[in-house]
Structures are given as C-alpha cells and as structure tokens.
C-alpha cells in the first residue's frame, strides 16, 4: 500500500502522520486490497472557524476509486470524520464484492 500525506499551509508533525495512519488500519482491517492512498490535510483561512481544518483521502481500491472529505474545527475531529466516511465506503464496496459471487446450484434427484 502507497501512502503519501501531505499538508497545505501546515507542517505534517510525526505525531498527526502517526494519528493517520493508525486511523487507516481500521480501513486495511475491513478490505487488505488497498493499492494507494492519498491524504491532504488543509487549513483554510476563514473568517469562520468551524469549519477551518480540513482533510480529504482519496483510496485506490482494486475495481474503484473512493473520495471523501470533512471539514471541522479540530483536525483531528476531522481526520476521525473522514475515517467514518471513508470506512462506510469501504465496506459497502466489500458487500458489492461479496455480492457477485455464487453458490453452485443443488442437484434434485
């Protein structure tokens, strides 16, 4: 798996790249077949402050592509959002998967 986080007007510190990635094992714990991962981490310079930390993750799955964004007062609150996102995504892209497959059919003698 390829992980690149980066930041826009912010410095990434080890603590908030360790925060994010352990965040991701939760995705890598429902589907092992993640191939690339993308975070952006974003400060925005709003006059309201509630909506100012931003953080997008884009997932290359094999057979999707999957993006989410969140944006919060606390970065790390939005990191937690867009964790939720991105694990209802993950999950329901699983159930699809699962979906196709079928059992064979039963003999009548």
């Known amino acids: 798996m390829n992980l690149t986080i980066s930041g826009h007007h912010l410095d990434v510190t080890p603590s908030l790249r360790s925060y994010v990635t352990t965040k991701l094992d939760r995705i890598t714990r429902h589907f092992d077949r993640v191939v690339d991962v993308k975070v952006i981490l974003t400060v925005e310079k709003q006059k309201e402050k509630e ?3 931003r953080a ?6 094999k057979g999707n592509d999957m993006f989410a964004e969140s944006s ?3 970065l790390y609150a939005a990191v937690d959002e867009l964790m939720d996102k991105l694990d209802r995504q993950v999950v329901r892209h699983k159930d699809r998967i699962q979906d196709y497959s079928h059992s064979s059919p039963k003999r009548l003698m």
Do not use: F, K
């Open 56 to 61: 997008e993750c884009s997932i290359h799955v």
């Open 72 to 74: 919060h007062a606390d």
């Open 51 to 53: 909506r100012r930390q």
